[in-house]
């Protein structure tokens, strides 16, 4: 859990140093990006910089990720996380989890996903294995707010690969 440091008026920073603000009920993250000549961007993320650029091809000189991937990211990041932090709150823990997401793209402009898919890939004890599948769950249906956040955009599906074998995938069932 992070703690919070008041530093002005519904400000603070939060102890991995990313400025929030708070309006009196909702927080807010802000992320500021510069540009650097040609495509590329930096942007303050957090206190980390996150280089953006566009592929030589493009005019740019492929320094960086295009921008619309980190949207992937964030969902594998959010609800990687959500998945080790419920598990080592059971006192469990995994000996691999690799999360691997996938989004669909429109052919037309303007470019954008259509659909995505995570796939959990995780090894443990074989008696964890509901546990894992629960945790997974709960992190897509009720934690993970950049699933929450892209599921009213689009469809979002999952599977859950456990010891190498899938145990769980609901694009089966919206296919």
Not at 66 to 80: N, R
Not at 115 to 128: F, L, N, S
């Given at each position: 859990?992070?703690?919070?440091?008041i530093?002005?008026q519904?400000q603070?920073w939060?102890?991995?140093?990313?400025?929030q603000?708070?309006?009196?009920?909702?927080m807010?993250?802000?992320?500021?990006a510069?540009?650097?000549?040609?495509?590329?961007?930096?942007a303050?993320v957090?206190?980390h910089?996150v280089?953006m650029?566009?592929?030589?091809?493009a005019?740019?000189?492929d320094?960086?990720?295009?921008p619309?991937?980190?949207?992937?990211?964030a969902?594998?990041?959010c609800t990687?996380?959500?998945?080790?932090?419920?598990?080592?709150k059971a006192?469990?823990?995994?000996?691999?989890?690799?999360v691997?997401?996938?989004g669909?793209?429109?052919?037309?402009?303007?470019?954008a996903?259509t659909?995505v898919?995570?796939i959990y890939r995780?090894?443990?004890?074989?008696?964890?294995?509901?546990?894992a599948?629960?945790?997974?769950?709960?992190?897509?249906?009720?934690?993970?707010?950049?699933?929450?956040?892209?599921?009213?955009?689009?469809p979002v599906?999952?599977?859950?690969?456990?010891?190498?074998?899938?145990?769980f995938?609901?694009?089966?069932?919206?296919?």
């Amino acid at each position: 859990m992070l703690t919070p440091w008041i530093i002005g008026q519904g400000q603070f920073w939060t102890r991995n140093n990313s400025r929030q603000f708070n309006n009196g009920q909702n927080m807010k993250h802000e992320v500021e990006a510069q540009w650097m000549g040609k495509m590329q961007f930096n942007a303050l993320v957090g206190g980390h910089t996150v280089i953006m650029d566009a592929p030589e091809r493009a005019g740019g000189e492929d320094l960086g990720s295009i921008p619309k991937p980190f949207v992937l990211s964030a969902l594998a990041g959010c609800t990687g996380m959500d998945v080790v932090a419920l598990l080592r709150k059971a006192g469990i823990q995994l000996d691999h989890l690799d999360v691997a997401v996938s989004g669909e793209l429109t052919k037309a402009p303007p470019i954008a996903y259509t659909q995505v898919h995570v796939i959990y890939r995780m090894h443990g004890e074989d008696a964890h294995k509901e546990a894992a599948l629960s945790v997974v769950q709960r992190s897509q249906q009720e934690i993970c707010g950049v699933s929450h956040m892209l599921k009213k955009a689009l469809p979002v599906t999952w599977e859950v690969v456990y010891n190498g074998k899938e145990v769980f995938n609901n694009a089966l069932v919206e296919a």
